[in-house]
């Protein structure tokens, strides 16, 4: 079946725009995760969903991000007065399991490449 | 707060090469440890993935063992091959389970 779908991949933002990244999840799994990946570095965790719940969001690095998954299944991620800082690949993935500490994987989409200029 | 470590941050070695990369971890009450292969311009791909019961993964020319009580994790790539080439990322979960928090990588290049 389908993996992890994420548009648009590459995205350029003059600084001040909004911007809005969309994650679509392997069909039926019930966790999606959003991080954020700067240039040479590994991953960072920015929220986590468990269906249209968004039960973590400590990693979201200011105000200015915001994320939804209204009907449990689509989300988006929403960087509003983008800045330089913001441009990095934004990864989103998804798991079958309520929790990680199973045999169960997540699955990675192949990013949101975001360029702030 | 766990902190994920990964040596070295660059390797390049002939074709052929046996070669180990090297993951360490500070908080050793961990569910389980995985290894991901990241492509440039691509998300990541799970390769392995060790409960913290087990102590060593197995799959085709991948070895991965792991040591809870010294917080290390090591990936065992064996005869590399060009297509090995990519960035190698180790993870683990935290607590709640609901979230991983990555090494930084080590970027292989294997020569032909």
């Known amino acids: 079946g389908a993996g992890v779908s994420q548009s648009p991949r590459y995205k350029v933002a003059k600084r001040g725009q909004d911007v809005a990244l969309r994650c679509d999840p392997i069909s039926g799994h019930v966790s999606l995760f959003w991080y954020q990946q700067a240039l040479g570095q590994g991953p960072e965790f920015l929220t986590y969903f468990q269906n249209e719940a968004q039960l973590d969001k400590s990693g979201l690095p200011s105000d200015r991000f915001f994320a939804e998954r209204p009907e449990g299944s689509v989300s988006t991620l929403k960087i509003q007065r983008t800045q330089q800082e913001d441009s990095a690949v934004y990864l989103c993935a998804s798991s079958s399991r309520r929790t990680l500490a199973s045999q169960e994987t997540q699955y990675f989409g192949p990013g949101t490449r975001l360029l702030v200029l | 707060k766990q902190e994920v470590t990964q040596i070295p941050a660059a390797l390049s070695v002939p074709e052929g090469e046996n070669l180990v990369l090297n993951c360490s971890f500070t908080?050793?009450?961990?569910?389980?440890l995985q290894w991901f292969r990241q492509d440039p311009g691509k998300g990541l791909t799970s390769l392995l993935l060790?409960?913290?019961?087990?102590r060593e993964q197995t799959s085709g020319r991948l070895n991965a063992s792991l040591d809870k009580s010294s917080g290390r994790s090591t990936l065992y790539i064996a005869a590399s091959q060009p297509g090995d080439s990519a960035t190698y990322l180790c993870?683990?979960?935290?607590?709640?389970?609901?979230?991983?928090?990555f090494g930084g990588g080590t970027r292989l290049m294997v020569k032909p």
């Open positions: 993870a683990v979960p935290n607590n709640a389970g609901n979230m991983l928090t």
């Open positions: 908080d050793s009450a961990i569910y389980n």
């Open positions: 060790i409960q913290s019961s087990q």
